[in-house]
T-cell receptor
């Protein structure tokens, strides 16, 4: 069984540029999560999807961050415009039961 | 929301010795407690989990204990090996929010 797939693995951009991350969850997993992981810290939830519905986006900075999961399968997280402080690893995870979560490899974003 | 505290932040042990990492949580409604291992530059990998109806669970050299009354849970690794070196994260699934809340991580170093 394929795991959670994310791309790109690494992204370097200049500040004020837009950036997008893509995630394909494990087949059959209806719950998808986007997390932010700063260096030396645990993952912090940005948004959770149940199928195509964003059921918890309370921690998503909506002035610059957006996400979509149009068909309830893969998802895209976007930042526009990026700021220096957005440099981090963006992790995607998926779940079938709603608690046991499996993570993708993450996208390491560097904003210069 | 849920608050998860994890100790110690760093832990060094000699190969073959045991390692113990402890976490506490604040919300008595939390009912699922996974542990993740994250090697440098890689995804968090689920290594063991425990649900609130169980006090202890073991998988080969890894065990987890849960004390619901005291609201703490621990990871025990016996006969440590150099490949156990990584950052370990505990997490608590808060039933109301339906989200995982992570500890700040423990960097384990196993000295050959």
């Amino acid at each position: 069984e394929a795991g959670v797939v994310q791309s790109p693995r690494y992204k370097i951009i200049e500040k004020k540029q837009p950036v997008a991350f893509w995630c394909n969850p494990i087949s059959g997993h209806n719950t998808l999560y986007w997390y932010l992981q700063n260096l030396g810290q645990g993952p912090e939830l940005l948004i959770r999807y149940e199928n195509e519905e964003a059921v918890d986006d309370s921690q998503l900075p909506k002035d610059r961050f957006s996400a979509e999961r149009l068909k309830g399968v893969d998802s895209t997280l976007k930042i526009q415009p990026a700021e220096l402080g957005d440099s981090a690893v963006y992790l995607c995870a998926s779940s079938h039961r709603g608690d046991t979560q499996y993570f993708g490899p993450g996208t390491r974003l560097t904003v210069l | 929301g849920e608050n998860v505290e994890q100790h110690p932040s760093t832990l060094s042990v000699q190969e073959g010795d045991s390692a113990v990492i402890k976490c506490t949580y604040s919300d008595s409604a939390s009912n699922y407690f996974p542990w993740y291992k994250q090697e440098l530059g890689k995804r968090p990998q689920l290594i063991i989990d425990i649900r609130s109806n169980v006090g202890e669970k073991k998988d080969q050299r890894i065990a987890v204990t849960l004390n619901k009354t005291a609201k703490h849970f621990s990871l025990h690794i016996t006969e440590t090996q150099p490949e156990d070196s990584a950052v370990y994260f505990c997490a608590a699934f808060q039933n109301g929010a339906n989200n995982l809340f992570f500890g700040t991580g423990t960097r384990l170093t196993v000295i050959p």
